[in-house]
C-alpha cells in the first residue's frame, strides 16, 4: 500500500513543512490577537511574493502529505487492497486539496 | 502455599478455523507454574482433545506462543502469577494468523512473508573458497547481533496492529531478518533485500506503534531493524531512484 | 479490555495521537481553504464568521484545531527522529515531550487568545 516512493513524499513533504509549520503557529498567535478580519489579512499577504512563495510551498506539501495520510487510514481502516483504486484516491483528494488551496492563496495574495 | 486463589479459572478457546468459542476450565495453582503448564494439565487430565503447540519448553524454538490476556506471549516462559488477573486467565490462538484448531495457529503466512522479505541467506563463496571472517567487533557486525536472537515465535506479528490493518504487510518477525541478512557482511544478495522489503507491503508501511518490541520475548528491537530498513532503503533511493 | 491489552504502552499511544490529529487537520484543510478564498468572494461574509469566533465554543475549536497541529508536528519530529538517526531506548522520553510539547503550545496561544 504504501511502497518507498511514497513513503519518501510523505517524509520530505513532511521535512518542508516542519519549519513551515513553526512559522504559521507564531503567525496564528500573533494574528488572532483582537480578532481576525478580511482586511487585515489582506494588508498583511495581498501582492507580497514573499507570502505567496512561502504558503504556496505550503499548500503543496500539505496536500501530498494529506492525500498519502488518507490513503492510508482508508486502506488499513477498509482493508483495501486495490493499488488501482488507492493511486486513483490518493490523486483525486491531492488534486481537490491542490486546487482549493489554490483557489485560497489566489485570493489572499495575488488577486 | 501459594497466596492468593489455590484455582485457577481458565478460559481457552475452542474450535476450528474461523469458528469458535470460549471454553471455562478449574485448574489447580501450583508454584512455578507456566501458562504452558496451565493448557499441559487441562490436555493431560480434563480434554484430551484441546490442540496446542510446543516443542522444546525452554524458550528457543518458538512454538508455543499464544494469546494470554490479550498479550502474544511465549507460554513456556511465562509464569502464571506473572499475567494471571485475580486466578483468571483467558488463552487463546496467536492473533493475525488462521486457527487450525484450538490454540494451534496456521504459521504458514508468517514463514511466506519470510521468504517473500528475502529473509535468507545469499551466498556469495562457494565450498572450495576460504570461510569469509567476519571481525566480531565490527559496527556492521554489532548491529547484526542486536537483531540475529530471533526464534521465530510471531509474538511480534501477532502484536502488531499494522499487520492487522494491512494483510500484505510482511511484518516484524520478518524485517527484522531481513536487517541482520543486510548487515551480514558474507551476504551477497543486500540489493535484493533491500528491493524486497520496499514494495507495496514491505517496511515502509510499519507506524512504529512499537508493540513488536514491547512483546518481544526475546527483547530484540524490530522497531529498530526496520527503521534501520527504512534509512538504508532511503539512502539507496537518492543513490539509484529506487 | 482485554482485545486491546498488546496497545498498553506508550509508543501506540503516540500511534493513536498521530493518527488521529492527522485525520482531524486533513479534513479540516477544505474548510480552512474555502474559509480564506472568502476573504476575496465573500468579505463580509469572513468578517461576520470572525465576529462568531469571540464565540467561546469556537474559541475551543480553535485551540483545538492548534493542538492538533502541534501534537501532529511534535509527533511528525518523533517519527522523522526514529526513523532517520539511528537510536533506541528514547522512544519513550520523546514520545512524552511530544504531548508535552503540544500542551505547551496550545497553552501559549489559549492564554494569549482569551
Known sequence: MLDLRLYMLQRLSALVMAPLVLGHLALMVYAVQGGISAGEILARTQGSLGWALYYGLFLVAAAIHAAIGLRVILAETLALRSRAFLDLFTLAVGAVFLILGLRALHAVTLA | ?242 | MIALAHRSHPLWLAYLVHRLSGLGLALFLPVHFYMLAMVLTDPEGFDSFGLWTQNPLVKMAEFGLVFLLAAHFFGGLRLLALEMLPWSGRQKTLAAATVAGAFLVAATFLLRAI
Open chain 2, 1 to 242: 502455599m501459594l497466596d492468593g486463589p489455590q484455582t485457577l479459572s481458565v478460559s481457552i478457546w475452542r474450535g476450528t478455523g474461523t469458528t469458535g468459542a470460549f471454553q471455562s476450565f478449574e485448574v489447580p495453582r501450583q508454584g512455578s507454574q507456566t501458562v504452558l503448564d496451565v493448557v499441559s494439565w487441562i490436555q493431560q487430565n480434563l480434554d484430551p482433545t484441546l490442540t496446542y503447540r510446543y516443542a522444546c519448553r525452554v524458550g528457543m524454538c518458538g512454538s508455543c506462543a499464544m494469546m494470554v490476556n490479550g498479550v502474544p506471549r511465549w507460554t513456556c516462559r511465562t509464569h502464571v502469577n506473572k499475567v494471571d488477573q485475580g486466578g483468571a486467565l483467558t488463552i487463546g490462538p496467536l492473533r493475525n494468523l488462521p486457527v487450525i484448531k484450538d490454540l494451534a495457529a496456521d504459521m504458514d503466512p508468517f514463514f511466506e512473508k519470510w521468504v517473500k522479505a528475502e529473509g535468507l541467506f545469499h551466498p556469495a563463496r562457494t565450498r572450495h573458497e576460504e570461510v569469509a571472517r567476519v571481525d566480531p567487533a565490527s559496527e556492521a557486525r554489532r548491529t547484526a547481533d542486536r537483531a540475529i536472537e530471533c526464534i521465530n515465535c510471531s509474538v511480534c506479528y501477532a502484536a502488531c496492529d499494522t499487520v492487522a490493518g494491512n494483510p500484505d504487510y510482511l511484518g516484524p518477525a520478518a524485517l527484522n531478518r531481513a536487517w541482520s541478512v543486510v548487515n551480514d557482511e558474507r551476504d551477497a544478495g543486500r540489493a535484493e533485500v533491500l528491493a524486497a522489503v520496499s514494495v507495496s507491503g514491505g517496511c515502509h508501511n510499519c507506524h512504529s506503534q512499537g508493540s513488536c518490541t514491547r512483546h518481544c520475548p526475546n527483547e530484540l528491537s524490530p522497531l529498530d531493524s526496520i527503521a534501520g530498513l527504512k534509512r538504508e532503503t532511503a539512502r539507496s533511493f537518492w543513490r539509484k531512484g529506487r
